[in-house]
T-cell receptor, first 116, second 112 residues
Framework: KAGVTQTPRYLIKTRGQQVTLSCSPI?????VSWYQQTPGQGLQFLFE???????NKGNFPGRFSGRQFSNSRSEMNVSTLELGDSALYLC???????????????FGEGSWLTVV | EDQVTQSPEALRLQEGESSSLNCSYT??????LFWYRQDPGKGPEFLFT???AGEEKEKERLKATLTKKESFLHITAPKPEDSATYLC?????????????FGQGTTLQVKP
């Protein structure tokens, strides 16, 4: 069973540019979340999508956006890149909408973004 | 405010020397507490989900326990390949979504 797939794995962008990252969740998973990981801030929640709808959003500026397609694949976009956006961007997928018993959440290997 | 604190930040053990990692949390209704292992340059690898106080789960040399305020990850007779950063995260009922709140992690180094 394939895991969460993220592309690209590594990329370098220049300040002011924009970037699009892609995530394919585990087959059958309908919930996709995005996280930013930096040495100073750790893992921080960006947003979550379920059935093409954004269900929750973290405390990030509007330059960070995302979407989910009908096949559950998701993309996130960062516009007007800043040096501080350099980070590992992680995608996570889970199989069900939240239930009292919770669920299992799996992460991809991430996309390393360097802004120069 | 929902919050997760892990301690210690770093831990160095000799091979075979058992120890525990701590995860303290405050959350407005715990839906689940997650443990992950992360190797350098890779995404977090799922280890356990705990749902209620008193619950325990085991996997090889790892055992996770949960109380109403904290969780412990016990490592028994660790090997060098257990070296990694261990992350704890909570999922709250209040968010009504899959959002996880992470601690800063404990970096474990096991020396042969």
């Amino acid at each position: 069973k394939a895991g969460v797939t993220q592309t690209p794995r590594y990329l370098i962008k220049t300040r002011g540019q924009q970037v699009t990252l892609s995530c394919s969740p585990i087959s059958g998973h309908r919930s996709v979340s995005w996280y930013q990981q930096t040495p100073g801030q750790g893992l921080q929640f960006l947003f979550e999508y379920f059935s093409e709808t954004q269900r929750n959003k973290g405390n990030f500026p509007g330059r960070f956006s995302g979407r989910q397609f009908s096949n559950s694949r998701s993309e996130m976009n960062v516009s007007t890149l800043e040096l501080g956006d350099s980070a590992l961007y992680l995608c996570a997928s889970s199989s069900k909408s939240p239930e009292p018993s919770g669920n299992t959440i799996y992460f991809g290997e991430g996309s390393w973004l360097t802004v120069v | 405010e929902d919050q997760v604190t892990q301690s210690p930040e770093a831990l160095r053990l000799q091979e075979g020397e058992s120890s525990s990692l701590n995860c303290s949390y405050t959350v407005s209704g715990l839906r689940g507490l997650f443990w992950y292992r992360q190797d350098p340059g890779k995404g977090p690898e799922f280890l356990f989900t705990l749902y209620s106080a008193g619950e325990e789960k085991e996997k090889e040399r790892l055992k996770a326990t949960l109380t109403k305020k904290e969780s412990f990850l016990h490592i028994t007779a660790p090997k060098p390949e257990d070296s990694a950063t261990y992350l704890c995260a909570v999922q709250a009922y209040s968010s009504n979504t899959g959002k996880l709140i992470f601690g800063q992690g404990t970096t474990l180094q096991v020396k042969p």
